[in-house]
C-alpha cells in the first residue's frame, strides 16, 4: 500500500510558475514508476511526466520544455516544475505510482491558470 500527498496547487497568472509536491509512504526506490497527471473539466485524465526508477523520464509534448519532474530520494517525494503556464494547463494534477503491479493516486490539487 502506498500514500501519495499532494501540495503546492493553486492559482497563478499566465506565464507564472508552480512547484507540485508528492510525498510519498514508502521509499522511493522500490516504486517502479511515479509520475504526474491531470484532469480538466469535461476532459479525460492525460498523463503530463512520468519518472521511471532508472531516472528515465517522459513527459506529454504539450508541456514539454515547460515542466520538470524530479525527485528527493531522501525525503520520499516528486516534484513537478511548472513553467511558463498557460491557461491551458488548469486542471486538477494527480500524483501517480506504479509500485508492485498497482497503481496509487493521490487525492489531487487544483492548478488554476488565469488573469
Known amino acids: 500500500q502506498v500514500q501519495l500527498v499532494e501540495s503546492g496547487g493553486g492559482l497563478v497568472q499566465p506565464g507564472g510558475s508552480l512547484r507540485l509536491s508528492c510525498a510519498a509512504s514508502?521509499?522511493?526506490?522500490?516504486?517502479?514508476?511515479m509520475g504526474w497527471y491531470r484532469q480538466a473539466p469535461g476532459k479525460e485524465r492525460e498523463l503530463v511526466a512520468v519518472?521511471?526508477?532508472?531516472?528515465?523520464?517522459n513527459y506529454a509534448d504539450s508541456v514539454k520544455g515547460r515542466f520538470t519532474i524530479s525527485r528527493d530520494n531522501a525525503k520520499n517525494t516528486v516534484y513537478l516544475q511548472m513553467n511558463t503556464l498557460k491557461p491551458e494547463d488548469t486542471a486538477v494534477y494527480y500524483c501517480?505510482?506504479?509500485?508492485?503491479?498497482?497503481?496509487?493516486w493521490g487525492q489531487g490539487t487544483q492548478v488554476t491558470v488565469s488573469s
Open positions: 501517480n505510482a506504479n509500485f508492485l503491479g498497482n497503481a496509487y
Open positions: 514508502v521509499s522511493i526506490f522500490s516504486i517502479n514508476a
Open positions: 519518472m521511471f526508477s532508472g531516472g528515465i523520464t
